[in-house]
């Protein structure tokens, strides 16, 4: 079974520019979900999906962060316009259920590393 | 809110002895879970063990096991027999509903051949 694939592994923006980071979660998987872990600092959830639907987005940090979920499948998590404390590591998870109740997890991404300049 | 602290930010340990990485948290509910997650340089991160906060018995995965004190908030990993692929950022993780995970901060640990 493949993992959650992110794409890219790496992105190096400048300050202004508009960045997209790709999700790819296990398939089957309707749960997806974004975090972030900014430098030095605790992994942050930003939001989760229901196949398309967001089911929580209290994470998200500011309006120039848009997430989408199109037909359920992969996701994408665009940064318009990129600030520079917007640099950090951003991590994609899937479950195929909810966690609680059921000897469930959430596999995560190997994550994108972001750093704008 | 839940928080999540991990007082050790890097611990070293001699291959083949025992390592133990603390977690403390925070919340008022009575029914929830603890994970440990474990993250490879460069390699995504992976499940290590797994605690629901109404056992009592303390989780146990091969060298991999917690100590879970549910009255003083407290959910400890010791790694035994530590090899070189333990090395890694160990997360410690909260979870009562909604789906969404709080971490902690993270502890590197090292392992010195």
């Given at each position: ?14 300050k202004g520019q508009t960045v997209t980071l790709r999700c790819d979660p ?8 974004w975090y972030r872990r900014v430098m030095g600092k605790e992994i942050k ?10 089911q929580d987005e209290s994470g998200m940090p500011n309006n120039r962060f ?52 | ?113």
């Amino acid at each position: 079974e493949a993992g959650v694939t992110q794409f890219p592994s790496h992105s190096v923006i400048e300050k202004g520019q508009t960045v997209t980071l790709r999700c790819d979660p296990i398939s089957g998987h309707d749960n997806l979900y974004w975090y972030r872990r900014v430098m030095g600092k605790e992994i942050k959830f930003l939001l989760h999906f229901v196949k398309e639907s967001k089911q929580d987005e209290s994470g998200m940090p500011n309006n120039r962060f848009l997430a989408e979920r199109t037909g359920g499948t992969y996701s994408t998590l665009k940064v318009q316009p990129a600030e520079l404390e917007d640099s950090g590591v951003y991590f994609c998870a899937s479950s195929r259920g909810p966690i609680a109740g059921a000897q469930e997890t959430q596999y995560f991404g190997p994550g994108t590393r972001l750093l704008v300049l | 809110a839940q928080t999540v602290t991990q007082s050790q930010p890097e611990m070293s340990v001699q291959e083949a002895e025992t390592v133990t990485l603390s977690c403390t948290y925070d919340t008022s509910e009575s029914d929830y879970y603890l994970f440990w997650y474990k993250q490879p340089p460069s390699r995504q991160m992976i499940l290590v063990i797994r605690q629901e906060a109404y056992k009592q018995q303390n989780a146990t995965e091969n060298r991999f096991s917690v100590n879970f004190q549910k009255a003083a908030k407290s959910f400890s990993l010791k790694i035994s027999d530590s090899q070189l692929g333990d090395a890694a950022m160990y997360f410690c993780a909260y979870f009562h509903a909604g789906n969404k995970l709080t971490f902690g901060g993270g502890t590197r640990v090292l392992v010195k051949p």
